[in-house]
């Protein structure tokens, strides 16, 4: 006899819960998908060939989890029409600290992934999930979906995780923003941007042995103020990157001197 | 009978002296190292097994190509010293012009590695090199040395050059200090720096496919005010981070908003 899946109700149909979703049905029964928005739920629905609904009170209550993964500011109000009992639900964010899914049911949690999803995102392998939960038997079974999902679970408390989220900022989408000036750099150029990718790549292989405090070279970190000077008089005419230019390299200088102290 | 190889002088004995100079010892043969400072010059010398001096007069006229890897500001000054008639002279320097070396030789350029140099480090393979020259005969040799050094070759204008040395300051320096700035984060917090690392390496392989622009999310693209305003509450204590954080959001909403136009 096949052993008895565990049933799955997703609450959410956007980016996270279509990849989450989708890494689950391999191993659990997702029963049922929520959305608002009556086409994401009908199209998640498609995919994982189980019901939908746009309803909160049609929320089917014979699952053995729900995964509420909608946006942040959603939660609260999602949330607040479900009366789950002793069923575990979890939300998926960054941000939004465990308490928020206290009205839910006793055995809650979460279970935040650290993986920026858009359309058609495939969960890596090894993804670390940063779950939190409201008992023991809340956290075993999260810590089984995490597996289910070929995740790498890390205990952290909601003070820590809007910590992480905030470090996640800076070390993701800061960053991308950096590679974003580059390019438009690059573009007023005629420089094809590949040129950069070797560098790149070595940025990040440097700092994976260790503080990368210790990997920061450039201009600002070794005082060159005649190349500081160049850069600043190539930017004059993009006022957006040269207030960048300028905080950054202010920082740069305040973290080597913290460094020498 | 083997076949001539290619004699070089090495000014200059630093991290970025030191790692050519290794690479290009396999095929070629260093004859000299110079150095301002004696310890240098020496250790460098003893790694090649060849001879030094800290006296610019006493360069070797023997050798075919001279490598000028000392500090930008610096180039000018030794240059002057030189006086190479139609030997190669060339520097490797992303933000100094190729003029800077007319005075030295009639065959001169620039052989730009772009690549972060430390203590130890080795040259990557098929790292990208930012290539100009006086005349036909110095780009054929720079194309050989850089053949020789296992680099790939981009003709590259100085002006074009000193965009990209500023691109790669935002690609690489800068996007190292949004990683010192999560590292400082995270360690108040006493969470693993480890638990980024997928998601750093996320950011890059995304925008590897194409424009980063494509590739920006988080609380400033979507415009998340509560989260954004959750992030400074976050960084009240630390005026460094939180003047990033606050300048950063702004620019990518700028970009977000110039994409939309």
């Known amino acids: 006899m096949k052993p008895r ?19 689950l049905s391999k191993k659990a029964e997702i029963i049922q998908v929520y959305s608002k928005t009556k086409a994401s ?59 928020s899914l206290r009205k839910a049911s006793i055995n809650y949690g979460v279970m935040w992934p650290l993986q920026t999803f858009s359309k058609n995102s495939v969960l890596q392998k090894n993804i670390p999930f940063c779950i939190e939960a409201s008992s023991k038997k809340a956290l075993k079974l999260i810590e089984e979906l995490v597996k289910t999902m070929g995740g790498k679970a890390y205990s952290i ?60 070279t450039g201009p600002a970190a070794r005082g060159d103020k005649k190349t500081i000077k160049k850069h600043k008089k190539l930017l004059e005419n993009s006022p957006q990157y040269l207030a960048l230019y300028k905080l950054l390299t202010k920082s740069i200088q305040l973290s080597a001197h913290a460094k020498k102290l």
């Open 157 to 216: 408390s909601s003070k820590q995780r809007a910590k992480l989220h905030l470090a996640a900022v800076f070390a993701n989408n800061f960053t991308n923003h950096m590679f974003v000036a580059a390019y438009a750099i690059l573009k007023d150029s005629n420089i094809p941007f590949d040129v950069l990718l070797p560098l790149i790549h070595e940025t990040i292989n440097k700092f994976d042995k260790g503080n990368p405090l210790a990997s920061q």
């Open 41 to 99: 739920a009908q199209k998640l629905g498609n995919i994982l060939g189980c019901s939908f609904t746009r309803d909160l009170k049609k929320i089917n209550s014979d699952a053995d989890a729900y995964i509420v993964a909608v946006k942040d500011d959603a939660i609260e109000n999602v949330v607040s029409h479900l009366q789950l009992k002793d069923k575990l639900v979890v939300h998926t964010s960054g941000s939004v600290g465990i308490e």
């Open 5 to 23: 899946q565990t049933k799955i109700v997703f609450i959410g149909a956007g980016n996270v819960a279509t990849c989450l979703a989708k890494a």
